[in-house]
C-alpha cells in the first residue's frame, strides 16, 4: 500500500488494518493475551480509527500523553469537553472512553463490594471501596454508610453534594437516614476536591456532634473518612473518635 504524506490532500481516517501486523493491537492479543498490550494499544482498541492523517495507536499515546498523571487512570478525571478538545476525539470517542472508564469503575467497586462484609469495620478497607468513585470528584460529596450488627454496609446513601470547596450535613439529617434505614452504627465519609485528605476544623467538630448524638440514640459513629487523592484519613485512626 502506498504510504500517504501529510502533504496529500487526500487524507482519511487510518484504521488498525492499516497498520502492519506486528504492530496491531488485536493480532498481538490473540497472539499473547491483553495482558501484553501496553496502555496506549489498549486505548487503541478502543478507539479503533486514527483522525485525519494519524494512525489510531499514535492518537492513543497523544491522549494518554495528555491524561492527568500520563495514565489511564487519568481518564477518571476527563469530563466528555474535556475529551474532545483533544485533537482526534470527537464526541462518539469521547463517549467511548467516557464508559471505558465507567466500566472500571463499576468492577473495581462491585470486587471491593464481594468483600465489603467481611472488612468493613477496617478505615483502609472503606476507603479502598469508595475511592475510585469519590477521589476524582470536583465538588464535595458526604456518603452515609449503614451498617447492620455485623458491621457490614446495608446501604450508601448520599447525604449532600456541595460548592467547590465546601459541603455541609447536619447530624439531625444523617441520623434521619441512620434511623429510617435501621442502622446499627454508621460509618460518614466526604471527599477533599484538593486531593489532601487532612481534616478541617469542621469535619473534626462534625464528627464529635455526631458522636455525641449517636452515643445518645444508641447508633454509634464509628469512623469519619476523608477521601483525598489516593489518600484517606480516618479521623478514628486520628483520635477525634473514642
Known sequence: MKQRTKQNSNREYVNMKALPASEQPYEKCLEQGPEYLSDAEL???IIRTGSLGERSIDLARNLLF???GKRLEGLFEMSLEQLQEIRGIGKVKAIQLQCLAECCRRMGSQKCHREEKLICGHPGSVAAYFMNRMRCLEIEQVLLLVLDGKNAMKKAIVISKGSFTASYAAPREIYYYALKHKAVSIILLHNHPSGDPTPSRDDIALTKRLAATGNMIGIPLLD???IGE????SLKEEGYLR
Do not use: G
Not at 489516593?230 to 484519613?233: P, T
Open 43 to 45: 486505548l487503541a482498541v
Open 66 to 68: 495528555l491524561l492527568p
Open 224 to 226: 469519619h473518612i476523608v
Open 230 to 233: 489516593d489518600r484517606y484519613i
